[in-house]
């Protein structure tokens, strides 16, 4: 869900959404980032374009597609709903 937000409001490639999604999830590892990632590529939440924007060589950049931004609604609606219940807990 927090990869596709980011997505939802720019395209990124890999290494740049992974540094950022890092100061916010230090305990994950890099890969799962990545597998993350493919997985949503996979899932045709993302599509992967190659980019020369930088100075440096090509990079692959991931942008959500229709399905993703459905998918992130989804979560989002689950994710309050869950926030709702455990509130309701004492959470």
Same mark, same amino acid.
């Given at each position: ?15 740049? &959404?992974? $540094?950022?999604? /890092?100061?916010?999830?230090?305990? =994950?590892? +890099? #890969?799962?980032?990545? *597998?993350? &990632?493919? $997985?949503?590529? /996979?899932?045709?939440?993302?599509? =992967?374009? +190659? #980019?020369?924007?930088? *100075?440096?060589?090509? $990079? ?32």
């Amino acid at each position: 869900m927090c990869l596709l937000q980011k997505l939802s409001v720019q395209d990124y490639y890999g290494y740049h &959404l992974m $540094r950022e999604m /890092k100061v916010l999830f230090p305990e =994950v590892n +890099d #890969s799962t980032f990545y *597998a993350i &990632l493919r $997985r949503l590529h /996979k899932d045709g939440s993302a599509i =992967v374009y +190659d #980019s020369d924007k930088s *100075a440096g060589p090509r $990079r692959k950049y991931y942008q959500i597609t229709p399905a993703g931004r459905k998918k992130l609604e989804q979560n989002i609606c689950d994710w309050n709903r869950l926030k709702q219940v455990a509130g309701q807990l004492g959470i």
